[in-house]
């Protein structure tokens, strides 16, 4: 599994693999956002096979994500090969923001937060549903949030940028994500482990804060 950020007014592609799927050419499927999930899906597009066969591929086009509110979603691949049997599901998180400042650079403050016994923080979870009409348990992963917040307004060129957060979860690897504007000063926070602290960014492209969380 992995989180993504992807701001308001942006899009993305993305894709899946495994040693599957090189080895049919008849992979149809879909990837759906959900606010909630499981229920009932924001958004779907379709999944298509690369020219090389070696991946199912999707795109969001930004219209796409602007018409979705800023937040948690859990994205749910469902993958399926008629001539190998196999139908089978990937979730993925993807957090929308608010923040679409795309002619100004960025700093990506990143981390892995580790339980005292070195297991990532977050919870697995298992979800049952009617698939194919069949009850099938699809296990997840509910991470810790971690937020970036602005704590004062400030220009940029002719840009007023305002106190703006963005959050994200940890994946079942422990791992997130923020982007924030180059050179603001940041307060990132963990409300589930208590911890918080303040980041200047300036001239910095990336800032691990694995062993701050």
Known sequence: MSSIVVPKGSGFNG?????????????????????????????TKPLA?????????FSFDAADILGLDAGVYTLVGNIVSDSLEENSYRIDYMTVTEML?????MTTITMTIGKMDGTPTGTATKTLENQ???????????????TATLNDAYNIGTDIIGVESISTETNAAGYAELPVIKGSTVVVSCASLGK????????LDTIDMSTFF
């Open 101 to 105: 400042i795309s002619d100004q650079p």
């Open 132 to 146: 194919n009409g069949s009850a099938v348990v699809v296990n997840g992963w509910r991470g810790v949030k971690v």
């Open 15 to 43: 894709g899946y693999s495994g040693v599957t799927i090189p080895t049919a050419t008849d992979w149809t499927g879909t990837v759906s956002v959900y606010k909630d999930y499981p229920g009932t899906a924001t958004l």
């Open 49 to 57: 096979q690369s020219p090389d066969l070696s991946k199912l591929l």
């Open 196 to 203: 918080s602290v303040t980041v200047d960014t300036t001239g």
